[in-house]
């Protein structure tokens, strides 16, 4: 069975942090036919309007939509802006959560990691997102990861340099495998 796992930045900066977590996911995927996508269109989704709700969805909307029903789990890296979740992240998690019933997120394992240059690692950034998953729907799989000091955390080639870390990155996403495996089986 082949797993595509959805990683969504929730920085919109290139060289943020948390896309470098996420390319370092990439180094830890299981070896059994786990595959990560990175989501690069957060800065293209416009603020959730519930009057828009009952139209078309506009096409950055549509498209995250169709890339999350498309992905078996989601890994999502959030930073933390003032000990919360990035209002970008926040705003396209409304918009994935609905139409109420029939939303993308529904149902969907997730992950959250986190990377900060604080000594937290975004852990309150994490805790919150975990808890607007588990509100929309998506069932969130397994403990947070904070990743502290995050500029002293990765080598030139992304990957992370403490041995802990790399090992409890990979198993965050083993543990996201191993939970669509069993669903898949059910």
């Known amino acids: 069975m082949t ?5 969504i930045p929730g920085s919109l900066r290139r060289g943020s942090v948390n896309r ?39 096409a950055a909307v549509a498209g995250l939509r169709a890339a999350i029903d ?3 789990a989601l890994l999502i890296a959030t930073p933390e802006y003032n000990r919360s979740v990035p209002g970008q992240l926040k705003n396209a998690l409304d918009w ?6 029939d939303a993308a997120l529904t149902g969907k394992p997730a992950a959250v990691v986190g990377a900060s240059p604080s000594p937290g690692g975004a852990a309150g950034a994490q805790e919150q997102l975990a ?10 799989v397994g403990d947070p990861l904070p990743v502290p000091h995050a ?15 790399r090992a ?15 669903g898949a089986a059910a």
Do not use: K, N, Y
């Not at 994935?96 to 019933?101: L, Q, T, V, Y």
């Not at 808890?131 to 969130?140: E, I, K």
């Not at 990155?169 to 939970?179: C, E, F, M, N, Q």
């Open 70 to 72: 498309a992905a078996d």
């Open 168 to 182: 409890a990155l990979a198993a965050v996403l083993d543990r996201l495998a191993r939970h669509v495996r069993a």
């Open 20 to 58: 470098r977590l996420l390319a370092a996911a990439t180094r830890e995927l299981p070896a059994d036919g786990v595959h990560l996508a990175v989501w690069e269109e957060l800065a293209l989704v416009p603020p959730f309007d519930e009057d828009a709700e009952d139209g078309p969805a506009p």
């Open 96 to 101: 994935a959560s609905r139409p109420h019933g």
């Open 3 to 7: 797993i595509t796992i959805l990683g």
């Open 131 to 140: 808890r607007v998953l588990t509100a929309a729907g998506a069932t969130v």
């Open 151 to 165: 500029f002293r955390q990765f080598g030139e080639d992304d990957r992370l340099l403490d041995h802990d870390l």
